[in-house]
């Protein structure tokens, strides 16, 4: 089961910042937590990942709170072909990812 | 990078026939990999996970015996809908987790391929 909570759409301004939150309260101390992006009707596509420190890599960042509680994944210039439905998952045991709802982001020219 | 391919990429077939559905990693072995189904507007509904070599692990509620899956070699795994019905109807996505070079938890996705059964 699912067990992040993501706000269901966003809009960002081109070439704005997009900070795409992510709620995983219950999250275990070896878990980590993954962000993947479908684009219509493709299969998705990976993003970044990441245990308790930040990451960045060429396509974004994420943010981890200390608590790591929640993070934030963060494309710094948004361009119209980010828009997609970004999902946050936890990494439950046996490798298996269960995708929740994911936030539709939809960027604006 | 890791490469997953399926075919084919969409499919009509008949209510009550069965459709076979491919799921390739190109350029990596995968000793496991995994298949969903989405319905439109809807999220990524994990259906069973494959292992190479043995039976594959069915997530609640998913009809072992309707969604047949073989994972024969360490490059290719199928999923085949038996006896089809319109509520059938729906994107499968395979994935597959590079079982040596890559990071050991990551998984690549394949393109889906998209089940209409009339």
């Known amino acids: 089961d699912a067990k992040t909570t993501q706000p269901p759409s966003m809009d960002c301004a081109e070439g704005r910042a997009a900070n795409l939150p992510c709620n995983h309260s219950?999250?275990?101390?070896?878990?980590?937590v993954y962000w993947y992006r479908q684009i219509h009707s493709q299969g998705p596509q990976y993003i970044i990942h990441?245990?308790?420190n930040n990451e960045t890599n060429e396509m974004a960042s994420l943010i981890i709170t200390e608590d790591r509680k929640s993070s934030t994944l963060i494309l710094p210039h948004a361009t119209l072909r980010d828009t997609a439905v970004y999902y946050c998952?936890?990494?439950?045991?046996?490798?298996?990812?269960?995708f929740g709802t994911g936030t539709s982001l939809t960027v604006i020219p | 990078g890791a490469v997953v391919s399926q075919h084919p990429s969409w499919v009509i077939c008949k209510s009550g026939t069965s459709v076979k559905i491919e799921c390739r990693s190109l350029d990596f072995q995968a000793t496991t990999m995994f298949w969903y189904r989405q319905f439109p507007k809807q999220s990524l509904m994990l259906m069973a996970t494959s292992n190479e070599g043995s039976k594959a692990t069915y997530e609640q509620g998913v009809e072992k015996d309707k969604f047949l899956i073989n994972h024969a070699s360490l490059t290719l795994s199928t999923l085949t809908v038996t006896s089809a019905h319109p509520e059938d109807s729906s994107f499968y996505i395979c994935?597959?987790?590079?079982?040596?070079?890559?990071?050991?938890?990551?998984?690549?996705f394949g393109p889906g391929t998209r089940l209409t059964v009339t």
């Open positions: 994935s597959a987790r590079d079982s040596i070079g890559g990071q050991f938890y990551e998984q690549y």
């Open positions: 219950t999250i275990s101390g070896n878990e980590y």
């Open positions: 990441g245990l308790k």
């Open positions: 998952i936890v990494r439950v045991t046996g490798n298996q990812f269960y």
